[in-house]
């Protein structure tokens, strides 16, 4: 069964601080990776966009990694910000605009 | 340019009522899906467009029907709602053909059936 599970659920930080963010998929065959941000009573909002080639994608303080082999990707956060509280979507693709969607994580960052 | 629109942002229906949620994109996207986000669980798509006149059915399709008429609109209907919908409904948009094309999200709608 294809599935997206991504860790920790919730993740609480001070404001300056640095965070790491996991996804791990069973999804095959893959064909890209994506990133997104999505603020409270809002629809997501992409942060990236990785092939099965790329190892690495950065959107200003946002640096996606990914290992194909592990089935594995993460998503690093540095010097975050109030702005950056927000749940964190790993969405997977097998083909043709199909996704498969992780339940995200809660991002809080406390000043 | 809007992106993405979704009507109305929120909804409480009686049980058996039915309505439409409406989409509209200006982007002249290909694809347009819908999504229903219930706590604690990933986006699950419901149904979705490969272009004007084709639909197709995605992983919870039961209950819902849609359409599409042109390929700006992509209304989702609810025949007679149940408890069991109430969930936030996303419509979304992209390019088709390319597997890293940028998927865009309307605002939501906020359904609630009692």
């Known amino acids: 069964k294809n599935q997206v599970e991504q860790s920790p659920q919730s993740l609480i930080i001070l404001e300056g601080k640095n965070c790491t963010l996991q996804?791990?998929?069973?999804?095959?065959?893959?064909?890209?990776l994506r990133w997104y941000k999505q603020d409270t009573g809002r629809g997501p909002v992409s942060l990236t966009i990785?092939?099965?080639?790329?190892n690495t994608k950065s959107n200003g303080r946002y640096t996606a990694t990914l290992d194909a082999d592990t089935k594995q990707s993460s998503l690093h956060i540095t010097a975050s910000q109030l702005s950056d509280s927000a749940s964190y979507i790993c969405?997977?693709?097998?083909?043709?605009?199909?996704?498969?969607f992780g339940s995200g994580t809660k991002l809080n960052v406390k000043p | 340019n809007a992106g993405v629109t979704q009507t109305p942002k929120f909804q409480v229906l009686k049980t058996g009522q039915s309505m439409t949620l409406q989409c509209a994109q200006d982007?002249?996207?290909?694809?347009m899906s819908w999504y229903r986000q219930d706590p604690g669980m990933g986006l699950r798509l419901i149904h979705y467009?490969?272009?004007?006149?084709?639909?197709d059915q995605g992983e919870v399709p039961n209950g819902y029907n849609v359409s599409r008429s042109t390929t700006e609109d992509f209304p989702l209907r609810l025949l007679s709602a149940a408890p069991s919908q109430t969930s936030v409904y996303f419509c979304?948009?992209?390019?088709?053909?390319?597997?890293?094309?940028?998927?865009?999200f309307g605002e939501g709608s906020w359904l609630t059936v009692v």
């Open positions: 996804c791990n998929y069973t999804v095959s065959p893959f064909s890209n």
């Open positions: 982007m002249n996207h290909e694809y």
């Open positions: 969405v997977v693709s097998f083909n043709f605009n199909k996704f498969y």
């Open positions: 979304a948009s992209s390019t088709g053909g390319n597997s890293g094309n940028t998927i865009y």
């Open positions: 467009s490969v272009g004007a006149g084709i639909t």
């Open positions: 990785m092939t099965f080639s790329e």
